[in-house]
């Protein structure tokens, strides 16, 4: 059973009465959005040769993982964007999240050490500058607050953030509140990233894009960019 609340508010500034530019009439100045996601999972009990202490129990048990996400953004001009995320992540998964290579459950962290005491998830800032004079549209989310950006630019992203926000992104299988719950299919199970027990790590990056995208990897929605749980 997976059971996601999403809660929303979002507001656009008015373009300055001088500057009738189609950037500044759509640029995006504040984002405030929250989520809470809570995931309960139960088997039956099953006959096991063998069960050790990494193993899926085969006695019927059951678990409930709870995230809740604040995001938060701020747009200073055209060009650079402050973007600030805290959450809190509690309960666990069926067996400690052991016992499965591609776990049932992306919420769980295997550190249950770690409690339920909110942490600042990301915090970043967001530089885009153009390298000419065209416009193309874009989705605003969570990681990128603009709904025009300049064609060509480059952008650079520096701070703490998660590394599968930007990488190998997948439209199908990358969010796992409104997709898929395994491990490997809303993070690919073929390699490994840096990144801390929560998922996340301290990293820059930088993005040249020539021509207009189909789509854009830092504005995936308000869901997308979340659990990335790192699991080692």
Not at 202 to 208: L, N, Q, V
Request: with cysteine.
């Amino acid at each position: 059973m997976n059971l996601s609340v999403v809660l929303a508010c979002t507001t656009l500034l008015a373009p300055n009465q001088g500057d009738s530019t189609a950037a500044s009439a759509a640029a995006r100045r504040w984002w405030l959005s929250g989520q809470v996601n809570v995931i309960y999972q139960w088997h039956p009990a099953f006959r096991a040769l063998y069960t050790g202490p990494n193993s899926l129990l085969p006695w019927r048990e059951h678990a409930t993982s709870r995230v809740a996400t604040l995001y938060t953004g701020l747009s200073v001009g055209r060009r650079t964007e402050f973007l600030l995320d805290l959450e809190s992540a509690g309960g666990g998964g069926i067996s400690q999240a052991f016992g499965l290579a591609g776990f049932t459950n992306l919420d769980v962290v295997r550190n249950p050490t770690l409690g339920a005491a909110p942490y600042v998830a990301r915090a970043l800032v967001r530089l885009t500058v153009p390298l000419g004079s065209g416009w193309e549209d874009a989705s605003p989310g969570p990681l990128a607050l603009a709904s025009r950006v300049p064609v060509p630019r480059l952008t650079i992203v520096a701070g703490k953030l998660g590394l599968p926000d930007f990488f190998d992104l997948n439209p199908a299988g990358g969010d796992s509140h409104l997709q898929f719950l395994n491990w490997t299919l809303d993070n690919n199970g073929a390699y490994d990233y840096a990144a801390d027990t929560r998922g996340y790590t301290h990293d820059w990056r930088g993005a040249r894009v020539r021509g207009p995208r189909l789509g854009r990897a830092a504005g995936r929605g308000a869901h997308a960019a979340s659990r990335q749980r790192h699991r080692l």
